[in-house]
C-alpha cells in the first residue's frame, strides 16, 4: 500500500496566532486563526499532501489547561476549517508534558513518528513546518524536510526558510 505524503504544522505562531513567549492559549476566545493557514492546507492538499498539526502544549502539564479543553479547542478548529473554508486535518497531536519528561515533546520526533504510523505516512517525503528551532530538529529527527518561518539563527537547519507567515503559501506551492 503506497503511503501518504504530509505537511506536519506547528501550531502556535503557524496556525493560530502566538500568545507570545511563556504565554497559552487557554481558550477558543484566545485562538486567533491566521489568515495564510487555510491557504498553506489548500495548497498541501492540491499538490497531494496529507496535514496534520503538532504542538507542544506545556500548559497541560503546568495544570493551567485541562486536556478536554485542548481538545475542545482543537475540535473547534477542525469545525472552523471544515466550515470556512472546506479544509481539513489528517490529525491534530499535542505533547501535554513539561520539558525533559517525555519523547513526544519537540524537539524530539515522537508527535510525528505516531502521525507516521497510526496513517502510512511517509517521513521521507513529508514536510515539517514551524516556527522554532526546535520545530526544525524534530523534523529533521523523524526524516522530513523542513520549513522554518522567521529569521534565521546562526545554528538554522531548516532545508527552507521564509522570514514571515504571509510569505508561506508562495514557498509551499514552490516546494511541494
Known sequence: MPQKKCVFFDRDGIVNKSPGAGKYVLGWEEFHLVPEFPECLQIAHCCGYEAAI?????????????????????????????????????????????????????????????????HAVDLGRSWMVG????????????????ILVGPASADARADARVDTIQALPALLESLL
Open 131 to 146: 516556527d522554532a528551532e526546535t520545530d526544525v530538529e524534530a523534523g529533521r529527527r523523524a526524516g522530513c524536510r523542513t
Open 54 to 118: 503538532v504542538t507542544n502544549q506545556r500548559a497541560v502539564a503546568l495544570g493551567l489547561l485541562s486536556a478536554s479543553r485542548l481538545d475542545a479547542i482543537h475540535q473547534r478548529l477542525r469545525d472552523l476549517l471544515e466550515r470556512e473554508y472546506r479544509q481539513s486535518v489528517l490529525d491534530i497531536l499535542y505533547c501535554p508534558h513539561d520539558v525533559g519528561a517525555c519523547a513526544c515533546r519537540k524537539p524530539n520526533p515522537g508527535m510525528l513518528l505516531t502521525i507516521a504510523a497510526r
